[in-house]
């Protein structure tokens, strides 16, 4: 992309409602708008950060033989009613009437959507197990959104449901996910710690949270160092496999990790000091098993084996794909802006023409741009040379390939790594093979 042709609306001034440097840089490096209270619009570079996450949690979910579905984000409040959660989920959820006086809902997550989707199949434990998932709009009527679309009252989620025949397969099923997650979360270049979490009002008793450390976090979250240095992408897991995924599953629960709401100063207290991590974290995802509370509520049965009828076993498994945009920058930036981890930045590198009309430098800029102009952005502005370091440092592109009269002539570039400031002088061919 031409800096010259994208829509890329970058702030000087920074936005007073914004407290936090996470909310401050999106808006700053015009990555949203906000629309009205807790609802944002998301403009090109963002809309590309959110894309690039998306596209790992399927790839992801799809690793682990979950299926991708798309449900719509209004659902009709009779199906909220046969669970008997149309009532309880009380003034977070956004009720809406169609002309005809029907009842709808924007739907705050979907499990009773899915439950009876798949209720409607379904007729056979020969179908089962069944893992769906889908990447959706949600709505809440926070009483507080805050920290931009880190806590928005529209946000994107990408909800998971599980159905199984027994419990055993069940706990299968959420050991599957948990992996998944722990994939995701370092394919996305950030720290999530899974920590026993309260089962809360979707009710359970299975259920982890994923905290990326920052200091704004609004949980406290104590835990054993052990869990951050895992290799969750190196590590074998035979998927099919109930004794694997046991072990694996070990690794996790056998080191201690809680939010503040479950923290047991007990078992604290026999975690060797060096190895205690103390600090806030912000919930980027959340997975619950529930055994039969919707398919029992909602009246689905399958037939078994033995030809009697029973409740498939269900879990649910969310992530916030949208408040991830924040968290990841919360937790990766410095005073001059974001520092993108590459599997998610907008573009790979910025190239920076130092002096746009220059003859060298403009063949050496139009050279390194051909070869993927989609994933590279040219800043090929007339620009003073310090706003263009500027800008390529607030938004954060985890390379800039820095292009000047002096050693265009020789034919190097400068390449700067944005994470370590560390800068090298290179050929062309060096440093499009350095940026991969
Ligand atoms: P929170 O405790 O932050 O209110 P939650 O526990 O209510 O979140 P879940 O029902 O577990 O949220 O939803 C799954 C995921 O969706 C959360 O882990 C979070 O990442 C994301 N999420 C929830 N509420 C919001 C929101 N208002 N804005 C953005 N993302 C959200
Ligand atoms: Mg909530
Ligand atoms: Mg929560
Ligand atoms: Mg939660």
Known sequence: ?????????????????????????????????????????????????????????????????????????LQSADLWRRSGRYDAYGPEMLRIQDRHGRDLLYGPTNEEMITDIFGASVKSYKDLPKALYHIQWKFRDEVRPRFGVMRGREFLMKDAYSFDATYEDAVASYRRMMLSYLRIFQRLGVRAVPMVADTGPIGGDLSHEFLVLAPTGESGVFFDAALEEQDWLGRPVDCDDHESLATFFSTVTDHYAATDEKHDEAEWAKIPEERKREGRGIEVGHIFYFGTKYTESMGI???????????????????????????????SHDEAGIIWPASVAPYRAAILNLRQGDEACDAICESIYGTDPENLLYDDRSDRAGVKFNDADLMGHPWQIIVGPRGAKEGKVELKQRATGERFELSVEEALAKIG
């Open 1 to 73: 992309m031409r800096l010259t042709k994208a829509f890329q609306p970058t702030l000087k001034e920074i936005p007073a409602e914004a407290q936090i440097a996470s909310h401050r840089l999106m808006l700053r490096a015009g990555l949203v708008r906000q629309t009205s209270s807790g609802i944002y619009a998301w403009l090109p570079a963002g809309l590309r950060v959110l894309r690039n996450i998306e596209q790992i949690v399927r790839e992801e979910q799809d690793a682990i033989g979950a299926q991708e579905v798309l449900m719509p984000t």
């Open 301 to 331: 049965e399958v037939i078994g084996s033995d030809g009697a009828s029973f409740h498939p076993q269900m879990g649910s498994y969310g992530i916030g794909v949208s408040r991830l945009v924040g968290a990841i920058i919360e937790a």
